[in-house]
Nanobody, 115 residues
């Protein structure tokens, strides 16, 4: 059974930092493209950052220079280091694993940034 479990969300003041984690099980983690998505109230889910099996990364323009995605294949975990947080970063953050036609989602973790 595939499981993606996010953790690390919470309430932080603007300008602060949070580190999200995604722990995977039930998949060959190293071959999957791993991503973070987020969904704010009343908005569509959007891609935040992606890291390939080879370690290449890509970021949404809105988070470039502030967020860093990383992965540890040995521990089957992915992280999102979020610095200089803004109120507009407030959302539920979801972990996603994709390989071919297979795609899995975590349950999400809430990030709230107060002004």
């Amino acid at each position: 059974q595939v499981q993606l479990v996010e953790s690390g969300g919470g309430l932080v003041q603007a300008g602060g930092s949070l580190r999200l984690s995604c722990a995977a099980s039930g998949i060959i983690f190293s071959i999957y493209v791993m991503s973070w998505y987020r969904q704010a109230p009343g908005k569509q889910r959007e891609l935040v950052a992606t890291i390939t099996s080879g370690g290449s990364t890509n970021y949404a323009d809105s988070v470039k220079g502030r967020f860093t995605i990383s992965r540890d294949d040995a521990k089957m975990t992915m992280h999102l280091q979020m610095n200089s947080l803004k109120p507009e970063d407030t959302a539920i953050y979801y972990c996603n694993a994709a390989y071919g036609r297979s795609r899995y989602w975590g349950q999400g973790t809430q990030v709230t940034v107060s002004s």
